[in-house]
Nanobody, 126 residues
Framework: QVQLAESGGGLVQAGGSLRLSCAASERTLSSYAMGWFRQAPGKEREFVAAISGSGRGTYFADSVKGRFTISRDNAKNTVYLQMNSLKPEDTAVYYC???????????????????WGQGTQVTVSS
């Protein structure tokens, strides 16, 4: 059982930046592909970004491409989501998730992830 805990959310003005962290209990985090998803009020959960176990493979939703980056430090059992040029439409609860394999362009599928964190709120004011 992998436990995930997100942190780093908060309130930021449009155009600003935030870095989210996802700390995992699993000491062999490199065995897991990691993803970030988000859910805004009244909307369905949507995919944001994913990264392979090694960190060499990444995949982004079109809505965040060029603004967000995903990275990982397996020695620290932590995955990061750097969010730049934030927009009000980025406001949501952000969740990290862990899955057994990296599926590249199929990483958007939430059913491919076995473990989920509790989420951290990101609010972008206009």
């Amino acid at each position: 059982q992998v436990q995930l805990a997100e942190s780093g959310g908060g309130l930021v003005q449009a155009g600003g930046s935030l870095r989210l962290s996802c700390a995992a209990s699993e000491r062999t985090l490199s065995s897991y592909a990691m993803g970030w998803f988000r859910q805004a009020p009244g909307k369905e959960r949507e995919f944001v970004a994913a990264i392979s176990g090694s960190g060499r493979g990444t995949y982004f939703a079109d809505s965040v491409k060029g603004r967000f980056t995903i990275s990982r430090d397996n020695a620290k059992n932590t995955v990061y989501l750097q969010m730049n040029s934030l927009k009000p439409e980025d406001t949501a609860v952000y969740y990290c998730a862990a899955g057994p394999s990296y599926y590249s362009t199929n990483s958007y599928r939430a059913d491919l992830y076995d473990y989920w964190g509790q989420g951290t709120q990101v609010t972008v004011s206009s």
